[in-house]
């Protein structure tokens, strides 16, 4: 895991100098990159589309920009850092006076060596961000100012990865690609989806997994709207958005608040054996905002580490590539991939021997399983899965109402199918697929920590 974990933070840095907006060719190149890893689709949406109440908006692209003083010296520079111009500037090349510039400049006094990040998508004018210690060196001179950017009738660019799996169920992983030089703030979100796309699709899996890679908002928005036909194969979603930092993983529940995916994601936090935090869903924060807006009231929760806005290097030049670490990005993807482990593997038996319990010692069930670890938990295990399998409870309803964690119910269930205990209920809505776990996703479960 930890080298995965450095991988993911290798892509972050090869993705960071990337100058991405809610459309352009920044969000191109970045997919294009991301081709190397997995073959994304890349979707083009004409400007002008509507989209629920919403227009595909003009596309945004920059070359340079910068501010010069009466000397020639360019005090403010694109080329420097891409948080330098508020994304969405116009085009703009003029003389301006100091009190001028001023109204178009952006500061954070508190942080003084701090570039905030400012974007302007929906209201066409032009800006500059920069450090307060810059802005305090500002001179009272003549500023000559360009931003050499088009925006202009072009394209929404996003990204779609489909895995196709036993059952055309499925599972939506999305994650905004819309942020420049920022690294908790989505590029963690970017890295761990891909990684966690192409770990999937190494292996033959119960559910299809979706993974879009979309702007913020106008992204999800055009593709539930482009899509809506398909929604209805939505079973359980997360979006994915700042995984990199090192607070402890914060998990927001869907509007739904109890859908199987809400129950999925905390079971796994309770037993990672680490802090975590639960949120109760709010119609504010990423994209589960458009997949939980009321028509359509996905099951799609948000896994983060520290919340957006809670901390201080939030959407300014310190989210860096020294912001996010290896090791919480692993810590992460360990996470989805325990998710994934749990929503592949929960289903749904019934005792086939109801009447009292039947002899496990008889057939080598105490044995079978008492050599993998903790003996008198398999055991318990196992008397767990066989008074609660009655077709009406899943493995993980049992895992939580007997406080065990579902792998060890997973193990007790498997064992007990083999010896003709239990029997799977194919519920209506998995009527499509095979009735046994197959066997190359039960590998998944088994090479569940990987290095
Ligand atoms: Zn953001």
Known sequence: ??????????????????????????????????????????????????????????????????????????????????????????????????????????????RPEWIPYRTSYYNETWGFCLSHKQFMELK?????????ASLEPGHLTFGEYYIKGQSDQEVLISTHICHPSLCNDNLSGVALSTFLAKYLSQFSLRYSYRFLFVPGTIGSIAWLSLKESRIIKIKHGLVIAGVGDSGKSTYKRSRQGNAEIDTVVIHVLKHSGQDFEVLDFTPYGYDERQYCSPGFNLPVGCLSRTPYGRYPEYHTSADDLSFVQPEHLADSFQNCLSVINVLENNRTYVNQQPKCEPQLGRRGLYRAIGGSGDGATAQMAMLWVLNFSDGNHSLLDIAERAGLEFGVLKTAAHALEEHGLLKEVSPSTHSKQPKKTPRRSRKMGRRKRVS
């Open 140 to 148: 009272d001179e003549a500023y000559d100012v360009c931003i050499d």
């Open 1 to 110: 895991m930890h080298d995965l974990g450095i991988e993911m933070h290798e892509l972050i840095r090869d993705l960071y100098p990337i100058c991405r907006s809610l459309t352009g060719n920044g969000v191109r190149k970045t997919l294009k990159i991301l081709q190397q890893q997995i073959p994304i689709t890349i979707h083009e949406v004409p400007s002008g589309t509507p989209v629920f109440d919403w227009v595909v908006p003009n596309e945004w692209n920059i070359r340079d920009a910068y501010v010069t003083n009466s000397k020639g010296e360019r005090v403010i520079d694109f080329q420097r850092s891409n948080l330098h111009v508020v994304s969405y500037s116009v085009p703009v090349k003029e003389r301006v006076s100091l009190s001028q510039l001023k109204g178009h400049l952006f500061t954070l006094p508190d």
